[in-house]
């Protein structure tokens, strides 16, 4: 083992007639297989069962951990070792699975792998650094790993607000179709170059399409190849994979979510639009109000309204609530339209009530009405003294939250145009 490089690869440990007997990767070749043969190894009943057997030690050098973590996996599924026998036939092992049959391919970790639409890569024998490789390639390719059932002709996607993964560039936000399908695809198809050992190939692609994009004056796209480039050349450089496992990034998924609210309010049947309602103050007095509405669990921006309220001279939450339900849904009551399934007000009881009494003020048939109070996030209904209190990672919830802050960043949005318009000077 002393003539064994420190670099990361693949070791495969043979019987006396050659056989590979098991397979495993490290992060230093040398360190890794030595450890095998130390005194403690004796003890571990892991490794003493079969150790005797292991008449020689071959080895591959690979790029980077990310890499040996790969390569294992595929040799294991090539040659079935003796050893990695429960690796090859544990069905709980996780899998790096990739759709094929979406505008959008999702990449996930799964330890349940689908038999059709989808392209598998493993088994792993371990998860972490599964994640941690997941997450340093991510960062290349910038892929996405959410539930989303994202649609290129459906234009309300372009309304969508992308998790926290698009803002720090770990995913290209399909979500929200920032990317092409076409390009996604690319990405997708580089990806797994890397996943099936090709990462050299690429690398000569990429370089290859680089300076044909700068010699077409196409500097940004050069810029961002020459940038892929070079995190594939330091993926060597990552340490231990497992210190890249980052904390769950929640999303909103709009059919979960619609899902969820059917199931805690009991309703008949899957609501389809939601509306929000928001009110915000102007210095000087002027209060307006925003609603924004959601169809199929997304933001559709022709049925966003605003409001300047008349009815108060001061702040009054109650009061401009009131007035903004009357003028919205008395209307809308008026003119025969459908009203949405689902009205969430920003706030607590108080401005729950407000609401429920300018519907009944204005005979209009109550639908859903809630009110999703700030710190703790519960949900109120009218009648009910105890509020609805969901788990932070419930589907349900973090609708109900967009819902709420899209109405707040509305609401704002008028307030800081009217704030201009009143500091402009007179001609």
């Not at 092992?93 to 979406?102: A, D, H, K, N, Q």
């Amino acid at each position: 083992m002393r003539t064994f490089p420190t670099e990361p690869g693949v070791y495969l440990m043979k019987d006396e007639v050659g056989r590979v007997i098991y397979v495993g990767k490290a992060a230093n070749l040398r360190s890794r297989a030595g450890s095998y043969f130390q005194k403690q190894a004796a003890d571990d009943p892991r490794i003493s069962p079969w150790i005797h057997e292991v008449a020689d030690v071959d080895y591959v050098i690979c790029q980077s951990e990310v890499d040996a973590l790969l390569m294992e996996a595929r040799l294991i599924k090539d040659i079935q070792p003796k050893y990695n026998k429960e690796l090859k036939d544990d069905k709980t092992f996780p899998y790096l699975m990739i759709t094929t049959r979406e505008d959008f391919p999702r990449v996930e970790i799964t330890r349940e792998p689908k038999t059709s639409g989808v392209k598998l890569y493993g088994p792993f024998p371990n998860v972490r650094a599964l994640r941690g490789a997941l997450q340093v390639l991510q960062r290349i390719f910038q892929f996405r790993t959410c539930s989303l059932d994202i649609d290129e002709n459906d234009e309300r996607w372009k309304w969508y607000r992308p998790c926290l993964l698009a803002s720090i560039g770990q995913c290209t936000a399909p979500c929200n179709l920032r990317i092409s399908k076409a390009d996604y695809r690319r990405d997708i198809r580089r990806l797994q170059m890397v996943l099936e050992g090709k990462t050299r190939p690429l690398m000569k692609q990429l370089a290859r399409e680089m300076h044909e994009a700068a010699a077409a004056l196409e500097f940004e796209r050069a810029a961002k190849l020459r940038d892929e480039i070079e995190l594939l050349e330091k993926l060597g450089d990552r340490g231990d994979l497992e210190t890249h496992v980052q904390p769950e990034v929640f999303f909103i998924d709009p059919k979960k979510g619609l899902a969820g609210l059917k199931r805690i309010l009991h309703l008949d049947e899957v609501p389809r639009t939601v509306e929000g309602i928001d009110i915000a103050h102007l210095q000087g007095g002027q209060t307006v109000a925003s609603v924004v509405q959601f169809l199929d669990g997304l933001p559709f921006k022709p049925g966003y309204r605003r409001y300047k309220i008349r009815s108060v001279d001061q702040p009054d939450d109650y009061q401009s609530i009131r007035e903004v339900v009357s003028r919205r849904y008395g209307q809308m009551f008026r003119k025969g339209q459908k009203l949405p399934d689902i009205i969430l007000i920003d706030g607590g009881k108080g401005q729950l009530n407000a609401a429920v009494e300018s519907m009944a003020a204005q005979r209009v048939p109550e639908p859903v009405i809630l009110s999703l109070a700030k710190r703790e996030e519960l949900i109120f209904r009218p009648g009910e003294r105890e509020p609805i209190r969901l788990s932070r990672h419930a589907y349900a919830l973090r609708l109900l939250q967009y819902v709420r802050d899209e109405a707040h960043r509305f609401a704002q949005h008028y307030h800081h145009i009217l704030r201009r318009k009143s500091t402009l000077p007179e001609e």
